[in-house]
């Protein structure tokens, strides 16, 4: 299977896209107006126990309401319809997978890529797996720091952090903080080369095959 980070990263995407489009619960948006229902609905009820006429314009108000709280929301209708594809989409993998007693055909599988860290001492980190590179470069630029730009994340969770991520993959445990590794080559050396941007870091990042 080539390129099998590409739907890992896809996946990372539209997580951190719904974290940062959806704001507030529809609950709350509609909670001001379920308030003003409940009031207009109790005053026709007074209304009609006192044998007084019920003003139109309230039984107006009353329906608009209803209406409101009855239709979705533009946000909740846009979540719903990723839902939907997200639910056929993981209908048609299912239904695609190998039996268990097939052995699909493979063709030899490349090598792990390089992953290698030049300092600006001139110093270079480069260790026997990517994984061991990037923790030792995180290491280097300071966990203490890096756990404190909450924006750079892995599968909906700060990449350093002294949380750990309950949905997170090969989390790595260093110095007291949880990291998470799973992710390219390529996208760790993305992920470092931003940290040492925001902390104003001069290094050089390059992956080889």
């Known amino acids: 299977m080539k390129n099998e980070h590409i739907p890992f990263e896809l996946i990372e995407q539209i997580h951190l896209w719904i974290e940062k489009n959806v704001t507030t619960p529809d609950e709350d948006y509609d909670q001001p107006r379920k308030e003003k229902l409940a009031i207009i609905q109790q005053t026709i009820n007074n209304l009609r126990k006192l044998s007084l006429d019920t003003p139109e314009d309230l039984f107006a108000e009353e329906r608009a309401l209803k209406e409101l709280l009855s239709t979705p929301s533009q946000e909740k209708q846009i979540m719903l319809a990723i839902i939907e594809k997200l639910q056929e989409l993981i209908k048609y993998v299912k239904q695609n997978i190998p039996n ?110």
């Open 100 to 209: 268990k007693g097939s052995t699909p055909k493979r063709g030899p599988k490349a090598p792990p890529k390089t992953l290698c860290v030049t300092l600006q001492t001139g110093d270079t980190i480069i260790e026997n797996t990517a994984v061991m590179t990037f923790l030792k470069t995180l290491k280097h630029m300071g966990l203490e720091r890096i756990a404190e730009i909450p924006d750079i994340r892995l599968h909906g969770h700060p990449v350093v952090s002294r949380i750990k991520n309950s949905q997170g993959y090969g989390l790595k445990k260093v110095e007291g903080f949880f990291i998470e590794t799973h992710c390219s080559t390529n996208k760790k050396g993305d992920i470092l080369k931003q940290y040492a941007n925001l902390l104003g870091l001069h290094i050089q990042v390059a992956v080889h095959d």
